[in-house]
């Protein structure tokens, strides 16, 4: 076939190249997704510290803590061993309990005693969970009472333990939380020694304990406002730990809490207050225990 001539130079025809329209549209966008990826690379980078500072505040569950508030400030009725629909209402608040602890959503470790608190020809449990750390004999303690009236005061100290519990079971602890369910409300000391008789093994070693809701006379004096303060016990010691310290030695302290305070009525409004307390007081154990931030 004869070469075709361009009339105006003399030389051979060439066809023009035809270019792929999607190559064209993939070398466009290329370097957009390198900027993008830039850019998400570097806000990841700067909001790390943010997001691992947040980690212990963010996993307490609003709607949990209202149903256990809604459970033991009214469904319960006032637990009292003194009174037969007292008894009663322990004995379902002992089952329940038994129940939230050993869910098969969470993590924790479940136990309880064989019955070693005696009222009224009844012998009533102990209950406690175990959110376990990396040296799982090296125990810190978070004590209640699972008795109580209705009201803020005694449903509060239960929304707090179960769900500060629940949230930290998977975390990643240097030693092991005890969560500890008591039959009564005691004085300090009593409650330190039952504690440390039935709910330690031989081969674990005390690093020291909260107790919430314990000590009425104390905490009369104290501040109703939301913030955690030590009002019993080794007082300097539970301060430094409230300053985030990791203080390794060991001691015995009553935390109290405004949504803590006696003779007040629980309303659906104290829920925020009940979920706020309850991130402050995970994010102060999480952090004192080596949690893995």
Not at 106 to 112: I, K, R, V
Request: hydrophobic fraction near 40%; glycine fraction near 8%; include cysteine.
């Amino acid at each position: 076939m004869a070469e075709e001539y361009d009339f105006k130079d003399g030389l051979p025809k060439v066809a023009k190249p035809k270019f792929n329209g999607i190559v064209v549209w993939m070398l466009l966008l290329l370097p957009l997704g390198l900027i993008a990826g830039t850019v998400v690379g570097v806000y990841r980078y700067w909001n790390q510290e943010e997001v691992l500072a947040n980690r212990a505040s963010k996993q307490i569950n609003q709607q949990e803590v209202k149903q256990i508030l809604n459970n033991y400030g009214s469904f319960f009725g006032d637990r009292d061993y003194a009174r037969p629909d007292g008894r009663k209402a322990l004995s379902l608040v002992a089952k329940n309990l038994a129940g939230e602890l050993q869910s098969n959503n969470s993590s924790l470790l479940s136990y309880n005693d064989r019955g070693q608190y005696e009222a009224e020809g009844v012998q009533w449990k102990t209950f406690w969970a175990d959110a376990r750390g990396t040296n799982s004999d090296e125990v810190f303690f978070v004590v209640t009472s699972y008795d109580g009236r209705q009201g803020l005061r005694h449903s509060a100290k239960m929304a707090l333990m179960i769900t500060v519990a629940k949230s930290l079971a998977a975390a990643n602890l240097d030693y092991t939380l005890r969560f500890v369910f008591v039959p009564v409300e005691r004085s300090l000391g009593e409650q330190r020694a039952w504690v440390e008789k039935y709910c330690l093994k031989t081969s674990e070693e005390n690093k020291g304990m909260f107790f919430l809701a314990h000590g009425k006379k104390v905490e009369a004096d104290a501040v109703r406002e939301d913030s955690w303060k030590v009002t019993d016990g080794d007082v300097s010691w539970a301060q430094e730990i409230l300053k985030g310290t990791r203080v390794m030695n060991f001691g015995a302290a009553a935390l109290h809490h405004g949504v803590l305070a006696e003779g007040v009525e629980y309303t659906e409004t104290d829920v925020i207050r009940v979920e706020s307390a309850a991130k402050g007081l995970r994010q102060l154990l999480f952090l004192v225990m080596g949690g893995d931030r």
